[in-house]
């Protein structure tokens, strides 16, 4: 079992910032990558930012420039820092993590979910 514990998130104006983090813990043998989703009402749920193992960084292109991705030195950590916030960027914000976890003597493929943290961007 790998679980995924978010922290962060909250209310602000459009314009300010807000950071995220995520860390990762259970039986991880090593994470491929770490990615944070959002979720606003009535929406599917979308890929914000995402970073690999080897430190490649994706963004969506609504995010891209105002917000940053990075992992902690531990690698099972996983930052979002959110800078001029939009009232667009209103949703649950899901921290996901993908890789390899121990399984007795072998190792079996994790793809685990936080439960969520709310960012909401007043006008």
């Known amino acids: 079992q790998v679980q995924l514990v978010e922290s962060g998130g909250g209310l602000v104006q459009a314009g300010g910032s807000l950071g995220l983090s995520c860390a990762a813990s259970?039986?991880?043998?090593?994470?491929?990558?770490m990615g944070w989703y959002r979720q606003a009402p009535g929406k599917q749920r979308e890929s914000v930012a995402l970073?690999?193992?080897?430190?490649?960084?994706n963004y969506a292109d609504s995010v891209r420039g105002r917000f940053t991705i990075s992992r902690g030195n531990d690698k099972n950590t996983v930052y979002l820092q959110m800078n001029s916030l939009k009232p667009e960027d209103t949703a649950v914000y899901y921290c996901?993590?993908?890789?390899?976890?121990?399984?007795?003597?072998?190792?079996?493929?994790?793809?685990?979910w936080g439960q969520g943290t709310q960012v909401t961007v007043s006008s």
């Open positions: 996901n993590a993908a890789g390899a976890a121990y399984s007795g003597i072998h190792f079996r493929p994790f793809d685990s």
């Open positions: 259970g039986s991880i043998f090593s994470i491929n990558a």
């Open positions: 970073i690999t193992g080897g430190g490649n960084k």
